[in-house]
């Protein structure tokens, strides 16, 4: 088996990256819209909501885990962007992590489209629809309810990621509370656990792009086309990234701007650069070497966060 | 970023404080609100009242990881009260945790009432009401069972937050059972959420003033007015005091009085001052300088808690 | 408060150790029960059978929480006389420890009456029974399903309790899987939530008889009496005991006997005399003296267990 | 006690290692099949179908502690192939491990069979069937739902199990995320419940052969027969043996390929031969003897798991 490896082993940083985005994205949805359809097509009898919401949650903690070690474990168009905009991930990389991330959650869409192939297929008597009673496509992306208004579904997606990034920041940020190493992805899936169950029946919480544009793809080009709410579609996209930034300010102005500086090495980040920390240190804007020592950058210090 | 942060940083530790307190308490809300909103409005479809269990609960402990490392995460105006009581809190700062405390209530209810404003007027048809078959009122604020009297809320609220009381200072004793560093924020939720699943159904454990008096002033001018049980409101902002008052005796006289001295420093806490244990030492009545070094007061001495 | 607590102190470790039993079953059976209560008296709109097992299993985790580093957090007759069986608890702290279950557990089904009454009288119209469909007297104690043979119902909480103590046993094997420190309670609580889930139906996983015995005395004594299945009290109290040194049997033979032997010092346990092992050392037949030194009883060695 | 231990001690380590994959597939199957009867005998009044995930889930975390620091925690017949396959896992102990985990699987089955006795022959009136609505067969092993053809069982097994895979793969490499120690466990239980709760509701998600196999031979021969759908059986058994390979395969080429290679040293696998990576370790083809001491293989070098 390593000489397999050894042999197909790549080198360039941006593709190995891209591949573990990629399948991350993929475990996050996989789980996610396989918990939608197992809810849909039983009518209830072998889950209901909280279960689709514990399948995108803990789909979250374990594409964290599959990717983060490789990639920083964005898997969320509207968090690349934020990073870039803010000058802590190169824009350079984006479009490539952004292609990698709508892939991966195609390529999901498909397999659980494959995996519920009998189950839809008898379910909907053979109709692929986006409304009614056997309805069926919102397994794949997200559908506001009826009484929701477009402005009202904006405003949603706004206040979901950013509540999503303030509590992700405060998970990442090493001057507030610490957590315990390596629990990181399961607190993350917690916040998205919580965010689903206060604010998910408005229109489904995509809270990210990439979630919304892969399986709207692929049900689209998989025959349910896209019946009603044709308007919809761009405020999964958008709303989240508006929503990141709204809420990377708010933590930054309410908490990350007064923390008191530390000392004489106040403008120098000291935290150590392990795994763990690599999204907080990018946010940070300090350039992350993963192969560069892991533990601790000022010698005879101990690392802080460990 | 950083130059805009350096520019708005706030030295007045009272002032970084109060801002902690008040996202700590609007993450709690946010989350707490939302999940019975969401339940109430889509009529059990989209959550059951295990939800809103788990929405205060996760609620509470992102609350937490927000606040923690700046304001010590007190998010309960009975907390900071019984710490002002046993002159472990300066009662000053008192009046502007709770001002924060109450405000970041507010503000959450509001966001909520924005985020299901259209689920709202849709299932109320546009009727803000207290009471009957659409009432939206306990979206906000805690009402009591109709078959319970006034001395029924109080004794709940004060068995309710006693049995908190007890559980957090178990988890903070340093003698007791040491828990895992980082963990504290999860495991303070999990008390929450234990105690919605068993005192829950007579009047909506508020067991924070805060928690009850944001989101009642915002739902009194938002235009739900205070139809009925209007002698209630009162009842959740006494109680929790006293509730928290007599948990702390209970622990303080069945477990914490008979820990053994540890010996010639039995009087001087041997704690690290970390931001981990901040509450706990502030419950023993040690002052924390937030600002000093975090790794241990006694040299040559390992940390005890770690 | 501290010159409060100096002059209360007690300087009795078994009155101590009393204190801290009665305690910890104390907040088991004022979760537990109230969480039968709330889902009796709201006939199941905030709460179902799982709310239930969550509650016995969290309130597990706290009672352990609140008691361990003082008691050892037995909790449970059975454990504490599977211990004396094995030599490894002191014949003469029984009775105490016994008594102290029983009252923790009596005094929480008081206070759940208390918090409950107005409920019970509003669900059962005033009539405390114990069959019927308003019956009330299974918030208390646990009464077997109608098919449900009385030896049916021995077996069933002899495999309960024995698989209980396998887990608990397997948690607490420091030759066998290190679990995380100080997660200890939530890891036997969710066993006890595994449990629930597994095999609560028949007739309620007392699977302890101090649970069982002192809700069923206080509901005798308060109005409820001893209608029907008169001959089902002794099941709950004699089963668990048997079990649970079923279970010690079957993980020490299958297990625990056949560990390595580590070597010159296979005879002295060479673990570290922390809090967090006290049970673990004293299911093998080690005193633990909780006022010595914490760390490490070999010097220069370090806690494998850490 | 230690004395009997002693006279009974089984110094075979094949021997041990066998009791133990017993004991927890044992647990695995006691607990989850308990639920799933729990479920079905109360029709559904204590428990739903996301009690039978969590019964599988925790009941995977436990089978792991009980099992994992004596022979691994294969627990799966299909992880146990692959290593072979892989050439990390001796092909002599194959069919020890394999016999050892089905023998687990059907006693649990039998045990459940024992505790629920009164509840089957109540709920089916004394009449052990495979289909229609008082069945039964489906506590012990995996149905397929009706619209469900073998192809597309075939292919749920596949993805399920592949999925599955992926997830523990990365879990156990050292060069992603990293895990809090001792909590390897619990996050495999997580990854079950995830899968139950979106890939469970076409054929009941057996994921492994023992599981499936131990109990329908438990039930063929107990009275349940093998009514219907007589040719679903192999797929259970074959399926999750190529799921498991397709998903070493997904993860080895997507992810563990192109880890950077790790300097000097990186043939030499630096990490700790702690029971927490054993797993990990023999998935890299390194022998692990569990009696070497546990702390750290290359000298004054830190151990870059912990």
Same mark, same amino acid.
């Given at each position: 088996?390593?000489?397999?490896?050894?042999?197909?082993?790549?080198?360039?940083?941006?593709?190995?990256?891209?591949?573990?985005?990629?399948?991350?994205?993929?475990?996050?949805?996989?789980?996610?819209?396989?918990?939608?359809?197992?809810?849909?097509?039983?009518?209830?009898?072998?889950?209901?909501?909280?279960?689709?919401?514990?399948?995108?949650?803990?789909?979250?903690?374990?594409?964290?885990?599959?990717?983060?070690?490789?990639?920083?474990?964005?898997?969320?168009?509207?968090?690349?962007?934020?990073?870039?905009?803010?000058?802590?991930?190169?824009?350079?990389?984006?479009?490539?992590?952004?292609?990698?991330?709508?892939?991966?959650?195609?390529?999901?869409?498909?397999?659980?489209?494959?995996?519920?192939?009998?189950?839809?297929?008898?379910?909907?008597?053979?109709?692929?629809?986006?409304?009614?009673?056997?309805?069926?496509?919102?397994?794949?992306?997200?559908?506001?309810?009826?009484?929701?208004?477009?402005?009202?579904?904006?405003?949603?997606?706004?206040?979901?990621?950013?509540?999503?990034?303030?509590?992700?920041?405060?998970?990442?940020?090493?001057?507030?509370?610490?957590?315990?190493?390596?629990?990181?992805?399961?607190? =993350?899936? %917690? *916040?998205?656990?919580?965010? $689903?169950?206060?604010? +998910?029946?408005?229109?489904?919480?995509? !809270?990210?792009? #990439?979630?919304?544009?892969?399986?709207?793809?692929?049900?689209?080009?998989?025959?349910?086309?896209?019946?009603?709410?044709?308007?919809?579609?761009? =405020?999964? %996209? *958008?709303?989240?990234?508006? $929503?990141?930034?709204? +809420?990377?300010?708010?933590?930054?102005? !309410?908490?990350? #701007?007064?923390?008191?500086?530390?000392?004489?090495?106040?403008?120098?980040?000291?935290?150590?650069?392990?795994?763990?920390?690599?999204?907080?240190?990018?946010?940070?804007?300090?350039?992350?070497?993963?192969?560069?020592?892991?533990?601790?950058?000022?010698?005879?210090?101990?690392?802080?966060?460990?």
């Amino acid at each position: 088996m390593d000489s397999v490896f050894r042999r197909v082993r790549i080198r360039s940083n941006l593709l190995r990256e891209s591949l573990a985005e990629c399948l991350g994205v993929y475990i996050i949805i996989v789980f996610g819209c396989g918990a939608v359809a197992q809810v849909t097509t039983s009518e209830s009898t072998k889950g209901h909501y909280i279960s689709i919401n514990l399948g995108f949650a803990l789909g979250t903690t374990f594409g964290i885990y599959v990717s983060r070690g490789v990639s920083g474990a964005h898997l969320n168009p509207a968090v690349s962007l934020s990073l870039c905009v803010l000058g802590r991930h190169p824009w350079m990389k984006l479009p490539f992590y952004i292609f990698a991330q709508v892939l991966g959650a195609f390529l999901a869409a498909a397999t659980t489209a494959l995996q519920y192939y009998d189950a839809i297929m008898h379910f909907s008597n053979g109709q692929l629809t986006v409304t009614g009673p056997t309805a069926t496509a919102g397994i794949f992306a997200t559908y506001p309810a009826e009484y929701l208004s477009l402005w009202g579904g904006f405003i949603d997606q706004v206040i979901g990621t950013g509540v999503l990034m303030v509590c992700i920041l405060a998970l990442g940020d090493h001057r507030n509370t610490p957590i315990p190493p390596g629990l990181a992805p399961v607190l =993350v899936g %917690l *916040v998205v656990l919580t965010i $689903g169950l206060s604010m +998910g029946s408005n229109c489904g919480y995509a !809270l990210n792009p #990439a979630r919304d544009l892969g399986p709207r793809m692929y049900s689209y080009l998989a025959g349910w086309g896209d019946q009603g709410r044709g308007g919809w579609w761009w =405020v999964p %996209l *958008v709303a989240p990234c508006v $929503g990141a930034l709204v +809420g990377a300010m708010v933590y930054g102005l !309410l908490i990350e #701007a007064h923390h008191p500086e530390a000392g004489p090495d106040a403008d120098t980040p000291d935290l150590c650069q392990t795994l763990d920390n690599k999204l907080a240190l990018e946010m940070e804007g300090v350039e992350v070497d993963m192969n560069a020592p892991k533990y601790c950058p000022t010698e005879g210090q101990e690392c802080k966060t460990t």
